[in-house]
């Protein structure tokens, strides 16, 4: 398998404007979480999905941040209009309920603001 | 809220010594906690899982433990080398799925 995959690696855009960022899950996970790592505040937790449908929300800053998961192979995490403060690396991660509920991550989105 | 605590931040330390991270959280009410390791510019690799009912899990050189009624994990690094220089994170996993994470033990191996 070739694990999460997210895309772009790296992305940098100007205060504004629209960001979409992306990750295809391992095949057969039916959980599906987008992170937020920042040197102040580590990683926290943003959304998850079960089963394509959201679960917990709580942890989007605000509502400039959407995600979506329109099928089991692909989620989209969305901030509009961005910010240089959503300046961070944002992961995806997946996991199987079934068995040990470990999750894994895919490498991960450097997003720059300026 | 449950809040994980690692310590020390950093450690920087010989090569070929053993060493140990430790990892303390609030809540006993887990599921599982992780260990990852994170090395600088990349995303986590996941290297250890230990579910509520244990006490332990080994690989290769790793050992974690477990001891969910003090909140406490420790990794144990044996005969560390200079790939082992990373960022080490520990992750409780409670109800529903939610991953809290500590700040991380940055671990330099020196030749």
Same mark, same amino acid.
């Given at each position: 398998d070739a694990g999460v995959i997210q895309s772009p690696r790296h992305e940098v855009t100007e205060m504004g404007q629209e960001v979409t960022l992306r990750c295809k899950p391992i095949s057969g996970h039916d959980y599906l979480f987008w992170y937020r790592q920042t040197m102040m505040r580590g990683l926290e937790l943003l959304i998850y999905f079960n089963n394509n449908v959201p679960? =917990? @929300?709580? %942890?989007? !800053?605000? @509502?400039?941040f959407s995600a979506k998961m329109p099928n089991a192979s692909f989620s989209t995490l969305k901030i509009q !209009?961005?910010? !240089?403060? =959503?300046?961070a690396v944002y992961f995806c991660a997946s996991s199987f309920? %079934?068995?040990?509920?470990e999750q894994y991550f895919g490498p991960g989105t450097r997003l720059t603001v300026t | 809220k449950q809040e994980v605590t690692q310590i020390p931040a950093a450690l920087s330390v010989p090569e070929g010594e053993n060493l140990v991270l430790n990892c303390s959280f609030t809540?006993?009410?887990?599921?599982n906690l992780q260990w990852f390791r994170q090395d600088p510019g990349k995303g986590l690799t996941s290297l250890l899982l230990i579910q509520s009912s244990q006490r332990e899990q080994t690989s290769g050189r790793l050992n974690a433990s477990l001891d969910k009624s003090s909140g406490r994990s420790t990794l144990y690094i044996a005969a560390?080398?200079?790939?082992?220089s990373a960022t080490y994170l520990c992750a409780v996993l409670q109800g529903a799925q939610k991953l809290v994470f500590g700040q991380g033990t940055r671990l330099t191996i020196n030749p």
């Amino acid at each position: 398998d070739a694990g999460v995959i997210q895309s772009p690696r790296h992305e940098v855009t100007e205060m504004g404007q629209e960001v979409t960022l992306r990750c295809k899950p391992i095949s057969g996970h039916d959980y599906l979480f987008w992170y937020r790592q920042t040197m102040m505040r580590g990683l926290e937790l943003l959304i998850y999905f079960n089963n394509n449908v959201p679960i =917990d @929300d709580s %942890g989007m !800053p605000e @509502d400039r941040f959407s995600a979506k998961m329109p099928n089991a192979s692909f989620s989209t995490l969305k901030i509009q !209009p961005s910010e !240089p403060r =959503d300046s961070a690396v944002y992961f995806c991660a997946s996991s199987f309920r %079934g068995t040990s509920n470990e999750q894994y991550f895919g490498p991960g989105t450097r997003l720059t603001v300026t | 809220k449950q809040e994980v605590t690692q310590i020390p931040a950093a450690l920087s330390v010989p090569e070929g010594e053993n060493l140990v991270l430790n990892c303390s959280f609030t809540d006993s009410a887990i599921y599982n906690l992780q260990w990852f390791r994170q090395d600088p510019g990349k995303g986590l690799t996941s290297l250890l899982l230990i579910q509520s009912s244990q006490r332990e899990q080994t690989s290769g050189r790793l050992n974690a433990s477990l001891d969910k009624s003090s909140g406490r994990s420790t990794l144990y690094i044996a005969a560390s080398q200079p790939g082992d220089s990373a960022t080490y994170l520990c992750a409780v996993l409670q109800g529903a799925q939610k991953l809290v994470f500590g700040q991380g033990t940055r671990l330099t191996i020196n030749p």
